[in-house]
């Protein structure tokens, strides 16, 4: 019998490996209205001519997943050990990740990813607020669990 699918996100699970590095980096401690979001892109590139004729081409592009964090989240320790390391050593480090989001029985492998931007610290107000981050990766591949 297949498992009821459900909306809840608090069972969802992300986890980057940067090889290079050495770092397994299982995030925790998501923020309070939101863990991440991909944003969308684009498939094909399409053209309309003078004469009204569509045309149309697959188009390869580049996946964003913004993260968020709490303040005080023990994965922020090695997000910033990520961008300290390409900070020092003028370079890139690739990672590779896979969310699973048991609700709706679905993982996703992430492929080549890249800490583009980091915030190096919280806000500071009544609170410290939550501390976000953007990778950037080659393609996001959904796989039935």
């Not at 609700?103 to 107000?125: E, F, R």
Request: aromatic share 8%; net charge negative.
């Amino acid at each position: 019998m297949a498992k009821n699918r459900t909306i809840t996100s608090a069972n969802a699970s992300f986890r980057l490996n940067v090889s290079d590095l050495g770092l397994i980096i299982d995030l925790q401690g998501f923020a309070v209205d939101g863990f991440f979001e991909a944003d969308a892109h684009d498939l094909a590139e399409v053209v309309i001519g003078v004469d009204g004729k569509v045309s149309a081409a697959y188009i390869p592009s580049l996946k964003t997943i913004n993260v968020h964090l709490q303040a005080d989240s023990v994965s922020q320790a090695q997000i910033d050990t990520w961008a300290g390391m390409s900070k020092a050593q003028q370079d890139v480090y690739y990672g590779d990740g896979i969310i699973t989001e048991p609700g709706i029985n679905t993982s996703y492998l992430i492929k080549k990813i890249v800490l583009q931007n980091w915030k190096p610290l919280a806000d500071a107000g009544k609170t410290l607020k939550q501390r976000d981050f953007k990778l950037v990766c080659q393609d996001i591949i959904p796989i039935p669990i």
